[in-house]
C-alpha cells in the first residue's frame, strides 16, 4: 500500500526524528539539572556497556546501529568525560574494548533514573495498547529497510 505524504506531519522519518530529538533535548536538560556532566548521545554506548563491559567497537557499532565513525566519536567524548577507556585485546592486539571507569560504572543507577523518567514523560497519555502498536510499526519499519 503506498501512502503520499503531504507535508513533514506525515512523513515518519521527520516525526521519529523529532520525536528522537525531543527525547535527547529532555534528557539534556535532566542531566544538566542532576549535575551530570555526560552528552546524551552517547548514552546508547553507556547502555550497552553497562549490560556487558568490555565490548570491542565492531560489536557496539552492530548493536547500537551507528557507524564506525560515530561509534569512534562517541568512544572519544565518554573518554574525554572520564567515562570508559580503551583497553588492548591480550587476543588480537589490532582490536581495542572499551571498558567503564569507576565514573562511568557509578553514574548507571541516576542516568538509568533520568531515562526511564524522561521515557515516562514522553509516553504520558498513550495507551498501552497504543505504545504497542507503535512499537511494532516501528519495528516493522526498520526490518523493511534492513
Known amino acids: ?46 547502555f550497552r556497556l553497562w549490560e556487558k563491559d568490555g565490548l570491542n567497537q565492531k560489536e557496539l557499532t552492530e548493536d547500537i546501529f551507528k557507524n ?15 567515562l570508559a577507556i580503551r583497553v588492548t585485546d591480550e587476543k588480537d592486539k589490532r582490536n581495542k574494548k572499551v571498558y567503564l571507569t569507576h565514573k562511568g560504572k557509578e553514574m548507571e543507577s541516576i542516568v538509568k533514573s533520568i531515562a ?14 497504543d505504545l504497542d502498536i507503535c512499537i ?8 523493511n529497510l534492513k
Open 1 to 46: 500500500m503506498k501512502r503520499i505524504i503531504k507535508d513533514k506531519n506525515d512523513s515518519f522519518g521527520y516525526l521519529s526524528n523529532r520525536a528522537a530529538s525531543s527525547i535527547l533535548k529532555s534528557m539534556r536538560e535532566q542531566l544538566k539539572q542532576a549535575g551530570v556532566e555526560m552528552p546524551p548521545e552517547q548514552m546508547m554506548i553507556l
Open 136 to 143: 511494532k510499526v516501528l519495528n516493522k519499519i526498520y526490518e
Open 116 to 129: 526511564h523518567q524522561t521515557q515516562n514523560n514522553a509516553i504520558e497519555g498513550i495507551s498501552n495498547r
Open 68 to 82: 564506525k565513525a560515530t561509534i569512534t566519536r562517541g568512544i572519544n567524548s565518554l573518554e574525554k568525560y572520564n
